[in-house]
């Protein structure tokens, strides 16, 4: 039995190693903030900004608390004499909370590997932390990285649970309030219901803490949609509620059962680990292309599938033979059903797919305590995390914080340059344009793709009337309009749009001129 003095030593080593944890993970979170900024996160940064939160598109049914959160964030920040836009410090605010994610995993590590608990834990946490997806939304300003670290600090709680093979009431509100707020950061997270469901029954074994935490769960999740739905939005009917809620469904562009789903939601899944720089191109491969980028990314995603097959195999043998049976139905009950809805929701989204590398980070760290010495448990510690970290760091984070290195934002700061605020700039949408020049060069942007999915919802016709009428306005209020990148989009990128809208640049029969070149991408005048 350990002496009083020895646990109190382990206690603190455990603290300290759990703080140094989180604060490496922050500093290189913050040293490589993206200035590549995403699509999303540069939508987020712009409901931030406006601050419009009675409009629907501030609190989305997906992601309830996200946007108010980082508007109250930004207002703190406004309140400290910051006087930037948005975007920074919700970087920050994702790298904090990405930071705490990281060490939420440790300490359920610890408490599942009692046999060298802290350096498995440092095999998982750090796993986690430069993984790709990880990495990626922890520097960015998207809705996910909170809702995550929220899960992910609601299944320290289980673990606490589960191995203490007790449930106070005190832990019971800890597990509730942890779930409640990863939901209503980003929906997704109700599919890690069952698994937190199941955990509570395996330690009670009777149904009513499970059912009292589910009935709770569900009471405080409902609630806030409620109040935003009647006292922010003004919605007074069932219609109205079911709109709001599900709009991303009615978009056309996730939610498709294809057989090809399951291997570009394999490729996906390994690319959240590692970034595979659009590979693995089997086809390329087998038509004689030694790419060598391509036999990297092959070769990169072999190594996961492998090292992925061979821990869930023994966590798999070991479920059998009769070994951590509650941890492991907790675990598996974690990866099924997010890895069914991603199937099905958006395949190629490393986003959604990120919600896997805590469990799959856990089944590693387990899979390297069954090997037979010390030795090669510490050597692997450092050996797998220190490589994803070294290939990841100058070959995908350093280069994404450079912003001499982003094309879009030197276009929009050239449209700034060339154009006045009357004037209307058109352009695909979900693309550079679309994203940095409403934030950076403050111009009215329409975007063709939101104008036809959400504004006239998949209506042709409703479509080019919406589109004459912002033309109009902007004529009428003395300014001029302006396409770009809408007749300079290459293969791939015409394709989407067309599959995403059934839309072609060649449908757009305006007489037009060309204005000028930003970092040779052409800008057009309409001139009717």
Not at 364 to 373: I, Q
Request: proline share 4%; charged share 15%; aromatic share 16%.
């Amino acid at each position: 039995m350990a002496s009083p003095q020895r646990a109190e030593n382990t206690t603190f080593k455990s603290v300290a190693l759990a703080f140094l944890l989180w604060a490496g993970a922050f500093t290189i979170y913050l040293l490589t903030l993206s200035r590549n900024y995403s699509p999303d996160s540069m939508a987020f940064a712009q409901l931030v900004a406006g601050g419009k939160i009675r409009d629907l598109s501030f609190f989305k049914g997906e992601h309830l608390f996200y946007p108010g959160a980082g508007w109250l964030w930004y207002r703190l920040w406004r309140f400290l004499d910051y006087n930037g836009g948005p975007l920074y410090p919700l970087q920050v605010l994702n790298a904090f909370w990405g930071a705490a994610g990281v060490v939420f995993l440790f300490g359920s590590a610890r408490l599942i590997f009692k046999k060298y608990a802290n350096r498995l834990g440092l095999v998982a946490a750090l796993t986690l932390a430069v993984s790709y997806a990880y990495w990626y939304h922890s520097t960015e300003a998207e809705d996910q990285i909170i809702a995550n670290a929220l899960a992910l600090a609601a299944f320290l709680v289980l673990t606490i649970i589960i191995t203490t093979k007790r449930s106070s009431f005190r832990l019971q509100v800890a597990l509730a309030l942890a779930t409640i707020l990863a939901i209503l950061f980003h929906a997704t997270h109700v599919l890690f219901l069952p698994s937190l469901f199941l955990g509570l029954w395996l330690v009670c074994r009777h149904w009513r803490q499970p059912l009292t935490f589910g009935f709770l769960s569900a009471i405080f999740v409902v609630i806030p949609y409620l109040a935003v739905g009647s006292l922010v939005l003004n919605l007074r009917s069932f219609a109205g509620y079911r709109d709001w809620l599900f709009s991303a469904t009615e978009v056309g562009v996730w939610g498709e059962w294809k057989m090809t789903n399951f291997w570009w939601g394999i490729k996906t899944l390994a690319n959240s680990i590692v970034d595979l720089r659009g590979g693995p191109n089997l086809r390329s491969l087998s038509q004689g292309n030694l790419e060598m980028g391509n036999i990297l990314a092959i070769l990169g995603f072999l190594a996961i599938m492998v090292v992925m097959a061979s821990s869930l195999a023994q966590r798999t043998y070991d479920f059998a033979r009769g070994r951590d049976r509650k941890i492991s139905l907790v675990l598996f009950l974690w990866l099924i059903p997010y890895a069914l809805f991603n199937l099905y929701w958006a395949p190629l989204d490393v986003q959604f797919w990120m919600a896997l590398i805590p469990p799959l980070a856990l089944i590693f760290a387990d899979f390297l305590r069954r090997l037979p010495s010390v030795r090669g448990i510490t050597l692997l510690m450092f050996l797998a995390p220190a490589l994803l970290f070294v290939i990841q760091v100058d070959g995908t984070f350093l280069p994404r914080h450079d912003l001499s290195t982003n094309q879009g934002y030197a276009k929009a700061l050239c449209l700034k340059e060339n154009t006045q605020p009357a004037d209307l700039i058109v352009a695909p949408g979900w693309d550079w344009a679309g994203s940095y020049v409403p934030y950076f060069a403050g111009r009215d942007l329409l975007s063709v793709t939101d104008v036809y999915l959400v504004s006239a919802d998949h209506d042709r016709q409703r479509f080019w009337a919406l589109l004459k009428e912002r033309i109009d306005q902007t004529r009428a209020r003395g300014g001029e309009v302006y396409v770009a990148h809408l007749f300079s989009l290459d293969k791939e990128e015409r394709d989407w749009l067309y599959r995403a809208t059934g839309l072609k640049a060649e449908d757009f029969l305006w007489k037009r001129d060309l204005a000028w070149s930003c970092g040779g991408e052409p800008i057009w005048e309409i001139r009717e």
